[in-house]
């Protein structure tokens, strides 16, 4: 890879990986009859509901003189500018303006809009690439759908990049270390080897010598058009029914040096089970993971930016490794897509 493609490619995962499906806020910040903005990849937006209750997402920008719609008011399915009245619908179309009877500008459609769906209490949009730019199915982690686990959405906003948060995903041994002070992962040993496995869906890392002890491994996704880890926390028997503790982590780029940091807790419990988990996590348990979550921001925001750059790896990085290979490749193609329509538009 040449410097310039190399700065290009790292310029571009810095703003925000399109061609996924990212969490971007969760459900309940979407109110009927008002709308939210979200500041995603640099891009400013606006989420709101419709009289049935479906969420739609655009720019935040009134196409009239470009005031914030966000600043606005829904009418019924759509949203109206707070300013002139100027209304778009969730495709980003004029559908109004009411200033001015039989408005030419009424039926254009100059916002970009964005696929919004909903699952595990928390609201996804499409996040287009130039090689993928109309929003592919919504397939979120089956956690979250299929009815089978309980799962409770944890949403922060940490002061440092999502690329952060992904590589911390990748690297299970830093429990051992960072927190060796907490209920859960205060077991097992401090030392092993990492092995890396490959899957149809991106890669499993786990340690060689310890399995079912603490955060001994974890999945990451990403082939395709979700970007997220998966990994299991063994709990001890006072922590309730279930089997082991399920994290499901997302990190959405907000712009180049914060992102929102999703998690899902997940429990494999139904029927009375259920309840009682629900009563333990919010009476006991939630307080000590936002407590092991607080040591990993901690460590995050005090990594500099440019740390890369003079980063010195070894054998437990191999996953970090693997998911920067992984993540440099969609960018590549995002990048090239994206140069061969320049291209095209210039004959
Ligand atoms: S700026 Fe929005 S209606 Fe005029
Ligand atoms: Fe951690």
Excluded at 81 to 101: E, K
Excluded at 174 to 189: E, K, V
Aim: hydrophobic fraction near 35%; aromatic fraction near 10%.
């Amino acid at each position: 890879m040449t410097q310039a493609i190399h700065d290009a490619v790292d310029d571009y995962l810095n703003k925000g990986l399109g061609g996924l499906w990212h969490p971007v806020c969760k459900s309940v910040q979407v109110k009927a009859n008002k709308p939210f903005a979200r500041l995603i990849a640099g891009e400013r937006l606006v989420l709101w509901r419709d009289t049935k209750g479906k969420v739609h997402c655009v720019e935040d920008y009134c196409p009239h003189r470009g005031a914030k719609l966000s600043l606005g008011e829904v009418h019924e399915d759509n949203l109206a500018c707070r300013y002139h009245g100027v209304t778009v619908d969730g495709t980003g179309t004029i559908v109004r303006v009411p200033a001015m009877p039989e408005c030419a500008l009424e039926g254009r459609r100059p916002l970009t809009s964005y696929a919004a769906e909903e699952a595990g209490d928390a609201v996804f949009i499409y996040l287009p690439s130039a090689d993928q730019p109309e929003p592919t199915p919504f397939n979120p982690p089956e956690e979250l759908i299929n009815g089978e686990w309980e799962v409770f959405c944890c949403m922060t906003q940490w002061d440092c990049s999502y690329r952060l948060s992904l590589d911390n995903g990748a690297d299970p041994m830093h429990a051992s270390y960072l927190h060796a002070d907490s209920f859960t992962l205060a077991y097992g040993s401090k030392q092993d080897t990492m092995k890396l496995t490959k899957t149809g869906d991106g890669f499993i890392i786990e340690r060689v010598s310890q399995q079912g002890v603490n955060f001994d491994y974890s999945h990451i996704v990403g082939n395709g058009d979700m970007m997220f880890m998966r990994l299991d926390i063994p709990y001890p028997d006072g922590a309730g029914p279930g089997g082991p503790f399920r994290i499901i982590g997302f990190a959405t780029p907000i712009d180049r040096d914060t992102h929102h940091s999703f998690f899902w807790r997940c429990r494999k419990v139904s029927g009375l089970a259920a309840d009682s988990w629900r009563f333990l996590y919010r009476a006991f348990l939630e307080d000590r993971h936002w407590h092991v979550l607080e040591q990993d921001r901690v460590m995050l925001e005090s990594i500099p930016v440019d740390a890369r750059k003079r980063e010195m790896l070894y054998q437990h990085d191999s996953g970090v490794s693997q998911l920067r290979r992984m993540m440099v490749r969609k960018a590549k193609a995002h990048l090239e897509a994206s140069e061969q329509m320049a291209h095209r538009e210039t004959g």
